[in-house]
T-cell receptor, first 109, second 114 residues
Framework: DAKTTQPNSMESNEEEPVHLPCNHSTISGTDYIHWYRQLPSQGPEYVIHGLTSNVNNRMASLAIAEDRKSSTLILHRATLRDAAVYYCTPGEYGNKLVFGAGTILRVKS | DSGVTQTPKHLITATGQRVTLRCSPR?????VYWYQQSLDQGLQFLIQYYNGEERAKGNILERFSAQQFPDLHSELNLSSLELGDSALYFC?????????????FGPGTRLTVT
């Protein structure tokens, strides 16, 4: 399984941008990078995913390094509802997601 | 609401028993995935089905089995339950198979083995 490395926790102020980094140096060349987030006792929620180029959707942006060994999830204006555990995970054969410990994001008002 | 439904929400049973967890994918999704989340192991992939066929297998114990039916719903069967099987079990679905597809997770079934 590909291994990902994320900071254990990060803190942000409300209304400010947040950049959540992820290292995935062993990712296969054809595997997409996925980001999910999870609130306590809830199922993971899809945030964004991409292969090589930067991606944007209504929730976030994803910046993928040219060598694909790392990526950064960007929340443009953090709100209290964005406080969660954020996971980056490669989608391996058949789209099996391999979750690490994730990053706990705390948002201060 | 992701559109993925799981039943039951909670399940309490004794060691040695057998239970069945049920998942209905989002309308139109052909792939179903099962994940286990425990405090010590985190979120772990168990198994994937695509249009009725097993597609990928993770760290699924031999005591566990799953299937996907013609109407695309899926069931995860857990037998000879042990205390360590207590966990949250999530089902997810996606339109197709392959990592270009995002997955949508259900609310989970919390299994407690006493």
């Amino acid at each position: 399984d590909a291994k990902t490395t994320q900071p254990n926790s990060m803190e942000s102020n409300e209304e400010e941008p947040v950049h959540l980094p992820c290292n995935h140096s062993t990712i296969s060349g054809t595997d997409y990078i996925h980001w999910y987030r999870q609130l306590p006792s809830q199922g993971p929620e899809y945030v964004i995913h991409g292969l090589t180029s930067n991606v944007n959707n209504r929730m976030a942006s994803l910046a993928i390094a040219e060598d694909r060994k790392s990526s950064t999830l960007i929340l443009h204006r953090a709100t209290l509802r964005d406080a969660a555990v954020y996971y980056c995970t490669p989608g391996e054969y058949g789209n099996k997601l391999v979750f690490g410990a994730g990053t706990i994001l705390r948002v201060k008002s | 609401d992701s559109g993925v439904t799981q039943t039951p929400k909670h399940l309490i049973t004794a060691t040695g028993q057998r239970v069945t967890l049920r998942c209905s994918p989002r309308s139109g999704d052909l792939s179903v995935y099962w994940y286990q989340q425990s405090l010590d192991q985190g979120l772990q992939f168990l198994i994937q089905y695509y249009n009725g066929e097993e597609r990928a297998k993770g760290n699924i114990l031999e005591r566990f089995s799953a299937q996907q039916f013609p109407d695309l719903h899926s069931e995860l069967n857990l037998s000879s339950l042990e205390l360590g099987d207590s966990a949250l079990y999530f089902c997810a679905s996606s339109l197709g198979t392959g990592s270009s597809y995002e997955q949508y997770f259900g609310p989970g079934t919390r299994l407690t083995v006493t």
